[in-house]
């Protein structure tokens, strides 16, 4: 059984920086494309960032693009978000994702694994 488990999660200050991480127990991790999701209070799931097999593709919304990282280290089977100047818009539930399929999905009906989420929250 696939499981995904972040962990990171917490409080910070506008401008400040959070890192989340996700452990997965997939089987060949290696062959999984991964990313982030949020959701906000009242509102829909919404991509954030997703990474490709190896690691060489990046894909980004742009609500975060050139403040969030995500990266993925294979030997470890764990994806990271690096989250640089921080919003309180930023503030929701992320989640983390994993596929296997060989193009990297970004809507989230097209990834059959998820984590139970970690809640990030952005004070003003």
């Known amino acids: 059984q696939v499981q995904l488990v972040e962990s990171g999660g917490g409080l910070a200050h506008t401008g400040g920086s959070l890192r989340l991480s996700c452990a997965g127990s997939?089987?060949?991790?290696?062959?999984?494309?991964m990313g982030w999701f949020r959701q906000a209070p009242g509102k829909e799931r919404d991509f954030v960032a997703a990474i490709s097999r190896a690691g060489g593709n990046t894909y980004y919304a742009d609500s975060v693009k050139g403040r969030f990282t995500i990266s993925k280290d294979n030997a470890k089977n764990t994806v990271y978000l690096q989250m640089n100047s921080l919003k309180p818009e930023d503030t929701a539930v992320y989640y983390c994702?994993?596929?296997?399929?060989?193009?990297?999905?970004?809507?989230?009906?097209?990834?059959?694994?998820w984590g139970q989420g970690t809640q990030v929250t952005v004070s003003s």
């Open positions: 997939l089987r060949t991790f290696s062959s999984a494309a």
């Open positions: 994702v994993a596929d296997y399929s060989p193009v990297v999905p970004t809507l989230a009906t097209d990834y059959d694994y």
